[in-house]
T-cell receptor, first 112, second 114 residues
Framework: QKEVEQNSGPLSVPEGAIASLNCTYS??????FFWYRQYSGKSPELIMS????GDKEDGRFTAQLNKASQYVSLLIRDSQPSDSATYLC????????????FGTGTRLTIIP | AAGVIQSPRHLIKEKRETATLKCYPI?????VYWYQQGPGQDPQFLIS???????DKGSIPDRFSAQQFSDYHSELNMSSLELGDSALYFC?????????????FGPGTRLTVL
């Protein structure tokens, strides 16, 4: 079982709708969680970080964390065609070290 | 704002050759990370440095070595290249090395081994 799991998609969402991306992780001791956006052939771009249970909002993006359920999600409101990309969930599972463990990513397509 | 700089952006090598990838972190960032991303794969952590000392090590082959210099830039040295080493190599940097520190990625070096 992979440490960080995401639905690979593709996930298709109409323009203007809400896109919901989900991620589960296996290490209950994980402390920090990150969402990256990656366009094809480009580098991961940090969108959100979240460390505490609950919601964290930044513009059109909302990250949600539930440590009891080992679940983190990303909501994208008012989806735009430029949001079409692969979204990577990353987890820091060992607080003595800094490495990020990534999920395989969810490919999101916004349909105009 | 200044970002992570990587060079070269593209590199083509033959099997058994060596390659050196360079990374210049965001100014004031003291921690550098190297990741490898194969086609259709997620980034895999290779190694990290904090204040010029190796701080964590992942699935880095023994054929690879890396270091961080006094100006905080880092180099990844790859020897005896194999076809399977063809991948995107990303460098990321952060300010500090706790798990809370956000990592910012450079544009990557695309290595092709023929």
């Amino acid at each position: 079982q992979k440490e960080v799991e995401q639905n690979s998609g593709p996930l298709s969402v109409p323009e203007g709708a809400i896109a919901s991306l989900n991620c589960t992780y296996s290490d209950r001791g994980s402390q920090s969680f990150f969402w990256y956006r990656q366009y094809s052939g480009k580098s991961p771009e940090l969108i959100m970080s979240i460390y505490s249970n609950g919601d964290k909002e930044d513009g059109r993006f909302t990250a949600q964390l539930n440590k009891a359920s080992q679940y983190v999600s990303l909501l994208i409101r008012d989806s735009q065609p430029s949001d079409s990309a692969t979204y990577l969930c990353a987890v820091n599972s060992d607080f003595g070290n800094e490495k990020l463990t990534f999920g395989t990513g969810t490919r999101l397509t916004i349909i105009p | 704002a200044a970002g992570v700089i990587q060079s070269p952006r593209h590199l083509i090598k033959e099997k058994r050759e060596t390659a050196t990838l360079k990374c210049y972190p965001i100014p004031r960032h003291d921690t550098v990370y190297w990741y490898q991303q194969g086609p259709g794969q997620d980034p895999q952590f290779l190694i990290s440095f904090y204040e010029k000392m190796q701080s964590d090590k992942g699935s880095i082959p023994d054929r690879f070595s890396a270091q961080q210099f006094s100006d905080y830039h880092s180099e990844l040295n790859m020897s005896s290249l194999e076809l399977g080493d063809s991948a995107l190599y990303f460098c990321a940097s952060s300010l500090g090395r706790t798990g809370y520190n956000e990592q910012f990625f450079g544009p990557g070096t695309r290595l092709t081994v023929l």
